[in-house]
C-alpha cells in the first residue's frame, strides 16, 4: 500500500473530522456560558475573603489589646532601649538589654506564630523603638513621625487601624494595628502590628480559584494594595487597563472582561462594606472556558470514549506507519557512518514499501558518489601533503646547499676590491656589481632559511625585556640608504627607550621586513612614517576579526609603518602575507624580490604570540602595516 493512501486511512480512521465537528460545537457551546452565573459564583468567593479579611483584622485588633497590656510595655524605664534617631547604617550596632531582649522574645515569638503578620514593634515617646526581628538596615529612624503613631497617639486607649502606605525598607504596602499606651496619664508609646497585604493576599488566597486566577485589592481610591507583580503595588488601577477599568469603581459589585498583561481576562469585584476596598478576583478569559471545557467534558463522558478509541487506533496505524521510516532512518544513519569511516558501504532496502524503496535507492546512489569523492579527496590530500613536503625540503635543500658558494663568492669579491688588482675601476665596477648581488642572493637564501625553520616549527622564541626604540633605529639607518636613492624620507615617531619583552632577533627582523618592504614598494619623492607605542587592547584598531582574540585591558606593543605606495585592494588583504604571494605578475612587475618578507613577518609575530595585519584605503591610495605584540 503506498504511503499516500496509508495516511489518508490513517486520519479518516483516528476521527480527524469527527473530532474537528466535535471541537467546533464545543466552542460554540463554550461562548454560550452563563457569565452570570460565574459571577454569583466569583461573587460568593470574594463575599467569603472579605469575611476573612475582617476576621483577620478583627483578630488582630484583640492580639493589639492582649499584647499591650503586657506589664514590660507599660511600666518601667526605657531610656536606654534601642533607637535610631541618629542611627549611622555603617556604624550602628545593637547593644539590648536582658529587659528589652524580653519584650523582642515575646513579639517574636507572635510573629513567628501568626505568617500573615510582618512585624510586631512599639514606638516609645522618646523615640525609643523595640521590634520582633531587627531592622534589614538601620538607618535614621524616628517612630513619632510614622502614621501608626500618630493615629494612635491622637486617640488614647483605642484600637486604630493605619490606611494602607508604603513600607520603608521592603517594597510591599502594610496596614498597621496599633494602640497608644498610658503610664499615670502620661503617653509611653504606640504598640503596633504591621499586616503586609502580600502576606495578607496568601492568607486570603487560601480561597481556591481556577488555575491561573489571582485575589487583587484595590483601596476606595483606586491603588492597587495586593498584585502578583510587585512593580505595580500601590500604583494607581489605570496602570493595568487606561480608564476602561475604572468602570468597576463606581460600582458595588459584578464583572468586566477587559486585557491585562496582554492576556484577555476576567475581573469579578467585590465592595467591601467595612474597608471600603474592591476585593476583585482576575481569572483568565482561556481559565474560565477551561474550566467550562471541563464540565462539557464530564457530561459528553460517551464523546471522550470515542476520543480514546480514536486515539488507541491513531496511535497504533502511526506505530506501523513509522517503523519502516525509522529502520530507513536508521541504515541511513549507519551508512553515513561507514562514509565517514571510508569502510565498504552495504546497499539499504525496504521491501515492503514502493515509496520507501525509491528514497533508499536515491539515498544510495547518494552514498557511492560520496564515497567515491571522499576517496578522490583523501587521494589528492595526500599527493598535495606530498608535494608540500618535497616543497618545503626542496627549498631547504637549495638554501642550504647555495649557501656555501655564495659565501665563497661573496668573500673571494671582497678580497679582490681589497687587492690592489682591484685598483682598475671597470675591474672595480664589475666586482661591485658582483658582491650587490651576492649580497642580494644572501638576502633571499636568508629568507629561505627563516621561512623554512618557521614552518618547520624550529624556531625557538627567546623573550627578554630589549629597548625596541634602539632596535627601530638600527633598521631605520639600514634602511636610510635604498631609501636616500628614492629620495624616500622616514619619520619617526616614537619615543626613545621604549622597552618591552620581546624577542631581540625576531623584533628586528619584523621591522626591518616591514621597512625594506615599504621603502620597495614606495614611489621617489615619498615619506614613511614608523610609529611605536604601547597601548591598551582595546584601543589598538585592530580588524574585526582579532577583537575577540585580544585582552580590551592588557598592554601591547604596537608597530605600524605607513606608506605612501600603490596601496592593497581588500580582494588582496588576506592574501598579501601568503608565501611567494605577489600582487604584480611575476614577468612583468617593476619590483624584485621573492615574495616571503612579509610571510616572515608574520610568522615571527605569531611566534611571538602577536598579530599582523594591514590596513589600506586601496588602490593608489598607501598602506599601514601593522603588529601588535603582547608582553608576556
Known sequence: MKLKTRLILSYFIAGFFPLLVLGIWSILSLNRINLNNMSDFYKAQLYQVNNNINTLLSSVSQDVENLSSDAPLNFGPFENFTNFLKADEKTFKYNISSRERAIIDKFHAYREAHPYVNSVYMGFVNGSFVRSEPRPRPTKYDPRERIWYTLAAAEPGKIVRTPPYLSLTYDDVNIAV??????????????????????????????????????????????????????????????????????????????????????????????????????????????????????????????????????????????????????????????????????YIERINAPDDEELQRLADAFNEMGRSLSDAYLELDNNLKRITELDRLKSSFVSMVSHELKTPLAIIKNSSSLLLKSPAGSDERQKELLDMIQSSANKFQAIIDDLLDISKIESGIFKVNKVFCDISAAADACVRNASGPAAGKNITIERKYADNIMWQADPYMTDRIISNLLNNAVKFSPENSGITVEIGVLAGGKAGCPEYLESIIFINDEYLKISITDRGPGITDTFKDKIFDKFFQIEDILTRSHQGAGIGLSIAKGLAEAQGGFIWVVSEGKNMGSKFCVLLPKK
Not at 475581573?267 to 476585593?279: A, M
Request: net charge positive; charged share 20%.
Open 178 to 343: 496599633a494602640k497608644s499606651i498610658y503610664e499615670n496619664g502620661r503617653l509611653r508609646g504606640v504598640m503596633g502590628i504591621d499586616l503586609t497585604l502580600d502576606r495578607m493576599s496568601n492568607f486570603v488566597h487560601n480561597i481556591r480559584l481556577l488555575k491561573g486566577s489571582y485575589i487583587m485589592l484595590v483601596d476606595a481610591d483606586g491603588m492597587i494594595l495586593t498584585n502578583p507583580d510587585k512593580s505595580r503595588l500601590f500604583k494607581h488601577i489605570s496602570v493595568l487597563n487606561g480608564g476602561v477599568i475604572m468602570e468597576m469603581m463606581s460600582k458595588q459589585d459584578g464583572f468586566l472582561r477587559i486585557p491585562l498583561n496582554n492576556t484577555d481576562s476576567y475581573i469579578f469585584y467585590f465592595t467591601s462594606p467595612e474597608l471600603g476596598w474592591k476585593i476583585c478576583a482576575v481569572v483568565p478569559v482561556k481559565t474560565a472556558q477551561g474550566q467550562g471545557i471541563q464540565i462539557l467534558l464530564v457530561m459528553l463522558a460517551a464523546i471522550i470514549l470515542l476520543a480514546v478509541l480514536c486515539a488507541a487506533v491513531s496511535f497504533y496505524l502511526a506505530d506501523k506507519l513509522t517503523n519502516p521510516f525509522n529502520r530507513l532512518i536508521n541504515d541511513m544513519q549507519g551508512l553515513s557512518e561507514k562514509i565517514k569511516k571510508r569502510v
